[in-house]
Structure formats: structure tokens, C-alpha cells
Nanobody, 120 residues
Framework: VQLQASGGGLVQAGGSLRLSCAAS????????VGWFRQGPGKERDQVAG???????YYVDSVKGRFTISRDNAKNTAYLQMNSLKPEDTAVYYC???????????????WGQGTQVTVSS
């Protein structure tokens, strides 16, 4: 599976962005997808995940603001980010694994990062 993340950019606090993760390969629907972020000098942490059967995970800091979804017909996963805060500033990555994990080491495939910058 090859992944390509897109949709990042510069937005003011309170604004919204939608990230996309386009996958190649016919088995995308059988993979869990995670969105991770890494801020300057920080570790890469998961912010949201969706399993192959639609089970969802969100880190507490984004609950109620971010929504993860997937469209298997389009081989694409999305991360809708609303009410963005300056602390959401990071490089965002999508990744795929057979099962939903919070540990980035359990993900086999990674897209390139997309920068999200939230100004105050």
C-alpha cells in the first residue's frame, strides 16, 4: 500500500482543514488507517484512527473537533479538522496497518507528511 497525504496549510485559529490520504492498492479497505502528528521537537503521536470495520479512535485533545472517515471506493481516508488551535500545528502523517493501533511502530505503511500551521 502506498499512501499520499495532502490538504495541509496555514489557517487561523478557529478555522478548518480537511486532510486526505490517498492509497494505492486494491486491499486498502482491509487496513486500518491512522493519522499521526509530529510537532517540532516532539514525538509522533496518533490523533485519530479508523479500523477496517469502522471502529474509531481519537486522542482526547481532538475529540469533538476532528473527524476521521474513509471512502473505500475512492481508496481515501480523511481527517476533518475544525476549531483548530495553535497547538495543533504539526506535520501530519497518515499510516496503514492491519489493525488499529495507537503505537506508530505497528504501522507498516506511511505517507509523506503534510504541514498544518495554525496561527493565533
Amino acid at each position: 500500500v502506498q499512501l499520499q497525504a495532502s490538504g495541509g496549510g496555514l489557517v487561523q485559529a478557529g478555522g478548518s482543514l480537511r486532510l486526505s490520504c490517498a492509497a494505492s492498492g486494491r486491499t486498502f479497505s482491509s487496513y486500518a488507517v491512522g493519522w499521526f502528528r509530529q510537532g517540532p521537537g516532539k514525538e509522533r503521536d496518533q490523533v485519530a484512527g479508523i479500523s477496517s470495520i469502522g471502529k474509531l479512535y481519537y486522542v482526547d485533545s481532538v475529540k469533538g473537533r476532528f473527524t476521521i472517515s474513509r471512502d473505500n471506493a475512492k481508496n481515501t481516508a480523511y481527517l476533518q479538522m475544525n476549531s483548530l488551535k495553535p497547538e495543533d500545528t504539526a506535520v501530519y502523517y497518515c499510516a496503514a496497518a492491519r489493525y488499529l493501533h495507537a503505537d506508530p511502530d505497528q504501522y507498516d505503511y506511511w505517507g509523506q507528511g503534510t504541514q498544518v500551521t495554525v496561527s493565533s
